[in-house]
């Protein structure tokens, strides 16, 4: 069965500093990964995916996320944290078995402080 | 930019009516989902449609929840009859194709509250 863990429920990073929000995960096939992010009383949006490929993927706003598979990670980076990136993401996975709904993280509420 | 839209924005309802929820996906894809988000919980998978058919639901998608394709262009998710547990942010997405490098792209939701 496939799953996905967010061990933070929280991260908290300075402004101008490097973040990063962890998400591993369990699938029965290859894994389709993606990074959703979600500002308050609005919907899911689009981040960042690895299909195949190479294993660091570049997404919007900056952020980044790398595939490890020997780890079963896809963490989310981004050089420098900006206020406005302060947020609850979301990682989530699909995988290549013909399944066809995505499974999500609890999330990761991320908080910059200027 | 194309984007899916939903409405309303807001439902409130009586335990044991029965509600629509109504979404436009965007008007080239051929995927349709809907996912659920119970306050401060994690996204819930619902129900994904393809081909103006199930394709696959979760064991959350019970008897009392169907969806339809009416005509062509909206995606309705219908609860029969309203729990309180029922409420939650509500959330459609469409997808444009088979292959994986298409990613869902989702509404802004309908906050359903049963009361």
């Known amino acids: 069965a496939q799953s996905v863990a967010q061990p933070e429920d929280q991260v908290n990073v300075a402004e101008g500093n490097p973040l990063t929000v962890k998400c591993t995960y369990s699938?029965?096939?290859?894994?389709?990964l993606f990074w959703y992010v979600q500002y308050p009383n609005r919907g899911l949006q689009f981040l960042l995916k690895y299909i195949t490929g190479d294993n660091l993927v570049k997404g919007s706003y900056g952020f980044e996320a790398e595939f490890n598979k020997s780890q079963t990670s896809f963490h989310l980076k981004k050089p420098s944290a900006l206020v406005s990136d302060s947020a609850l993401y979301f990682c989530a996975v699909r995988d290549d078995t013909g399944g066809f709904k995505t499974i999500f993280g609890a999330g990761t509420r991320l908080f910059v402080k200027a | 930019e194309p984007e899916v839209t939903q409405t309303p924005s807001h439902q409130v309802t009586q335990m044991g009516q029965e509600v629509i929820l109504r979404c436009v996906p965007i008007?080239?894809?051929?995927?349709f989902y809907w996912y659920r988000q119970i306050l401060g919980q994690k996204v819930e998978f619902l129900v994904s449609?393809?081909?103006?058919?199930?394709?696959?639901k979760s064991e959350i998608f019970d008897d009392q929840f169907s969806v339809e394709r009416p005509d062509g262009s909206n995606f309705t998710l219908k609860i029969r009859s309203t729990k309180l547990e029922d409420s939650a942010m509500y959330f459609c997405?469409?997808?444009?194709?088979?292959?994986?490098?298409?990613?869902?792209?989702f509404g802004p939701g309908t906050r359903l509250t049963v009361t």
């Open positions: 449609f393809y081909n103006n058919e199930i394709s696959e």
């Open positions: 008007s080239n894809h051929l995927y």
């Open positions: 997405a469409s997808k444009a194709g088979t292959s994986e490098s298409y990613e869902q792209y």
């Open positions: 699938v029965s096939g290859n894994p389709y």
